[in-house]
């Protein structure tokens, strides 16, 4: 094993938060195992096949969100340098000790990984509500990611992962898709109307898997045309356009969209609104289009504050909200897995032809890494998927 690697990095002393973009695609040392480290008895190098671009690695490249966490994390360490990334497909290339007597693998097994890193020992993970760690550290902001030819991950935080039934590149991404099958579970979906309000790369998971869990009716909300398009080729039996709030009430909700969600759905409204979306507007979208008595799933995230219009409308009509975060740790990574490795759904085929666009654009090659293309790639596809070694 060569002593360097090649690495997508932010560096908090090279780059200014504020005034910077993209990643530095640079030779940095590669993680070993030093078993005086206590904590690398249980962990492992791995080397790295593919790994996904996720929504928050864009938070990170156009400096959006995580500049917090990944500065106060890289202070907490004393150093400078963060490698980016925790969705990846890779193999074990050398373990701590206590890794193979304790988690039975061996080096050659191929695995996936949850990114967040939990405690163990907060009052959740002590209840078994591993997603909500108190302690929790997500791989590539928090501590060092996946954007490299080798990452140092704790044994315990693998998924092993079976690349005959899953293809690679689809393998790589199970963490944001496991994000969708997460929200999913909130509820039963066997023959419930659904709405997916933003079809961005989470919300186009949720459709495939809505159906693939048996949801009778799917509706997607998208401005977007290219990710309308997307959503209709993966079953969506409407794809609707919201309107656009007015500018001085960004919150507000748009009746037009209500009205033909209520003629899709016989004047009752959907079951399940499942907002993915991350605006205001879109949060008042999905509880006026859910029916008396229904669940409105929150996963898109925005800082700060929100209006809900009519709050006393949740009460009275009796709905739930529910935040998800995260996968269960780990059930919801047992449900990804056969939904995934069941060829009959379709689930693994749609993700690749159409998300994936067949690696059409999508696949980008760490050796040919540069960063206006790779820019011109995040912004063409909802995923991309950056080959290291596969
Ligand atoms: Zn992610
Ligand atoms: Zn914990």
Redesign the pocket.
């Known amino acids: 094993m060569s002593e360097t690697m090649w690495a997508l990095t932010f560096d908090k002393d090279r780059e200014d938060w504020d005034s910077s973009t993209g990643l530095v695609k640079e030779q940095i040392a590669v993680p070993k195992l030093d078993e005086p480290n206590g904590a690398d008895r249980s962990n492992v190098i791995i080397r790295v096949q593919y790994a996904g671009f996720c929504g928050s690695d864009r938070g990170i490249w156009w400096r959006k969100s995580f500049g917090d966490m990944i500065q106060g994390s890289l202070a907490d360490e004393g150093k400078s340098t963060r490698i980016v990334g925790h969705e990846l497909l890779g193999e074990i290339v050398s373990m701590g000790s206590r890794v193979a007597p304790k988690y039975g693998y061996k080096t050659g097994d191929v695995v996936s990984t949850e990114s967040h890193i ?5 009052h ?2 002590r209840l078994g509500d ?1 997603h909500v ?4 550290k997500i791989i590539g902001i928090s501590q060092d990611g996946c954007f490299a030819e080798y990452v140092k991950l704790p044994a315990k935080a693998l998924w092993p992962t079976n690349v005959d039934l899953i293809r690679p590149e689809v393998a790589a991404i199970q963490e944001p898709f496991g994000n969708a099958v997460h929200a999913c579970q909130v509820r039963d979906l066997r023959g419930k109307t659904v709405a997916v309000i933003g079809c961005g790369t989470i919300g186009l998971f949720a459709i495939l898997i809505a159906r693939g869990m048996g949801a009778s009716k799917i509706i997607g909300v998208e401005p977007d045309p290219h990710h309308a398009e997307l959503a209709r080729r993966l079953g969506c039996d409407a794809v609707l356009t919201p309107g656009m709030p007015p500018e001085d009430e960004p919150w507000r909700s748009d009746p037009a969209l209500r009205e033909k969600v209520m003629e899709l759905t016989d004047g009752i409204g959907v079951d399940v609104a499942m907002e993915m979306a991350g605006f205001n507007s879109a949060l008042n979208n999905a509880i006026k289009i859910t029916r008396r008595g229904g669940d409105v799933v929150l996963f898109g995230v925005k800082n700060g504050h929100a209006v809900v219009e009519d709050s006393h409308r949740v009460i009275m009509d009796g709905m739930q909200l529910h935040g998800v975060v995260g996968r269960q740790i780990f059930g919801t990574w047992e449900i990804t897995r056969n939904l995934l490795e069941t060829q009959s759904n379709g689930i693994q085929d749609a993700i690749w032809d159409v998300i994936l666009n067949k690696g059409e654009g999508t696949l980008v090659d760490i050796d040919s890494w540069e960063r206006n293309s790779f820019e011109q790639a995040i912004q063409n596809h909802p995923k991309v998927v950056i080959r290291f070694r596969g």
């Open positions: 939990v405690c163990g020992t907060c959740q993970c591993y760690c108190a302690r929790d």
